[in-house]
């Protein structure tokens, strides 16, 4: 069985090799090539009208093709028909609504920003952080701050002389070194491009700038036309003024929120500090004061010399009262108010 299996595999090899050797044959002889090339573009030419078939059924749209009954449609589409109640949407009342502004119409007063100010405030916001302490010949002798951040004005000496610098004034120092944030407790200087700190001064500097104890301080002469306004006897006022003296000993900058002061020059020199209401209007008309008075002494220290502002600040640590010499409207007049509230009782 083995031999006759391997006879038979031998004599199909051969009727395979004379089958191909045939056809070979026949290939080679031109007739043949003629036959083979044509069968060839035949072949060639019927996948090119296959292909170009299924192009054009692919872009022609298919017939809807309806769904048999015996076909189960999963999730079919509901329509939910409208009540006659039901209530539509009116698409011109969401228009007048506004919902993001009014096309055409200006902002508010109070939002609008100008890019300076922006500018501004962005620049001397964290100014202060990594700055070092200053080595030129200043000394800060007081501030009043304002209630925007980094402005106000300060109280700076330089060779013993004293003066009241606001935000970008320069400094009377060698080089171009500028007044550029004012703080609670310290100032910022712009000094050619790097930022310093001034420190505002110790106690014990500030006790060493006084007089002697007991020596006298010349008192300001009040002009005898000036109208009193009497406001010791009222125990809310005193309240109040008690409360404002601490605050300028504990947190100066929160007085922002009732008073904003700036100073007013007249030919270089100074002549005193105007007065304007902060947010808490109520409370500074309640002391006695209105928008636009020119504060020029307090306890008969006249504030026409940076000096005695020092000398002022610690005065009113222990004053019982405290009494303004002010001019409104080109009118001298006086506020009193107390500053002991057993006395006020």
Same mark, same amino acid.
């Given at each position: ?29 031109? %007739? ?10 035949? +072949?060639?030419?019927?996948?090119? =009208?296959?292909?170009l078939s299924r192009v054009i059924w692919t872009l022609l749209p298919l017939p809807e093709s309806a769904v048999g009954s015996d076909v189960q449609v999963i999730n079919p589409v509901q329509q939910v028909a ?35 100010? =922006? /500018? ?29 951040? #980094? ?8 060779? $013993?002389? !004293?003066? &009241?610098?606001?935000?970008?004034? $320069? ?6 070194? &500028?007044?550029? $944030?004012?703080?609670?407790?310290? &100032?910022? +200087? ?18 060493? !700038? ?47 929120? &009732? ?10 020199? +100074? +002549? ?6 902060? $947010? ?11 928008? #636009?008075?020119?504060? /020029? ?46 006395? %006020?009782?």
């Amino acid at each position: 069985m083995p031999a006759q299996w391997l006879s038979n595999s031998s004599d199909m090899t051969g009727r395979v090799s004379a089958i191909i050797t045939d056809a070979l044959q026949a290939l080679a002889r031109p %007739a043949g090539l003629r036959r083979l090339r044509r069968a060839l573009l035949a +072949l060639f030419a019927l996948w090119c =009208v296959l292909a170009l078939s299924r192009v054009i059924w692919t872009l022609l749209p298919l017939p809807e093709s309806a769904v048999g009954s015996d076909v189960q449609v999963i999730n079919p589409v509901q329509q939910v028909a409208r009540a006659d109640g039901a209530e539509t949407v009116d698409i011109q009342r969401m228009v007048s609504w506004h919902l993001f502004g009014e096309a055409g119409a200006e902002a508010p007063a109070s939002e609008v920003v100008t890019p300076n100010e =922006v /500018t501004a405030e962005s620049s001397r916001a964290g100014i202060e952080k990594g700055a070092r302490e200053t080595r030129l010949d200043l000394v800060l002798r007081g501030v009043v701050a304002s209630s925007e951040d #980094g402005l106000g004005h300060a109280i700076i000496e330089h060779k $013993k002389r !004293q003066d &009241v610098y606001a935000v970008e004034d $320069k400094l009377p120092v060698s080089g171009e070194v &500028v007044l550029a $944030k004012v703080m609670p407790r310290q &100032v910022v +200087l712009d000094n050619g491009g790097t930022y310093e700190l001034l420190p505002l001064f110790d106690d014990s500097a500030l006790d060493a !700038q006084l007089p002697a104890q007991g020596a006298p301080v010349a008192p300001r002469v009040r002009p005898e036309s000036a109208r009193q306004l009497e406001q010791r006897n009222d125990s809310a006022t005193t309240e109040l003024a008690r409360s404002f003296r601490e605050r300028l000993y504990q947190d100066p900058q929160s007085l922002a929120e &009732v008073v904003s002061v700036s100073a007013v020059r007249a030919d270089g020199a +100074l +002549l005193g500090y105007q007065v304007a209401p902060g $947010k808490q209007r109520e409370q500074f008309e309640q002391l006695g004061f209105k928008q #636009g008075d020119l504060v /020029t002494g307090i306890n008969g220290i006249a504030l026409n010399d940076p000096a005695n502002t020092m000398r002022l600040y610690q005065t009113l640590r222990t004053a019982n009262e405290a009494v303004f010499d002010l001019e409104r409207e080109g009118q001298a007049l006086s506020i009193s108010v107390n500053l002991d509230s057993g006395a %006020a009782q």
